[in-house]
């Protein structure tokens, strides 16, 4: 109950703290559009109601929780996968052992992940 209180707060702090940074700001300005900021301006064409804070915690409070299960199952699955490959599994630690020792320094960009000998598909 206690880590579930936590992640709640977190949650409405968040909000606050968006909603906050976008007053202080035009969202131009700021130079952050994310999609929470899309939320704040959103407004109902029939009632021309905005949504409230409370309402915002709860929706980031959504977007956390809807983008913990994928998380959580690719990690089960990846799991799952090493532990019944264990040659799938000794050349992930290889690689990322060699990748670490190697390549420390070096900025990981999305694109460089991506690139990654490890998500490309085998032929």
């Known amino acids: 109950m ?12 968040q909000a606050r703290v968006r909603v906050a940074e976008l007053n202080e700001k035009k ?7 994310d999609f929470l900021s899309h939320v704040v301006e959103a407004e109902d064409k029939k009632t021309g109601l905005r949504p409230t804070l409370a309402d915002l915690g709860t929706e980031g409070l959504n977007m956390i929780n809807a983008g913990a299960d994928p ?5 089960a699955g990846a799991f799952f996968y090493f532990v019944h490959n264990p040659d799938a599994l000794r050349k992930a630690t290889e690689e990322v052992r060699y990748d670490h020792k190697h390549h ?10 991506a690139q990654h000998s490890l998500l490309r598909p085998r032929s």
């Open 27 to 33: 969202r131009a300005e700021s130079g952050r559009i």
């Open 2 to 13: 206690a880590d579930n209180n936590r992640l709640i707060d977190y949650s409405h702090n």
């Open 104 to 113: 420390l320094s070096e900025a990981y960009s999305h694109t460089s992940i």
């Open 71 to 75: 998380f959580s199952s690719v990690l």
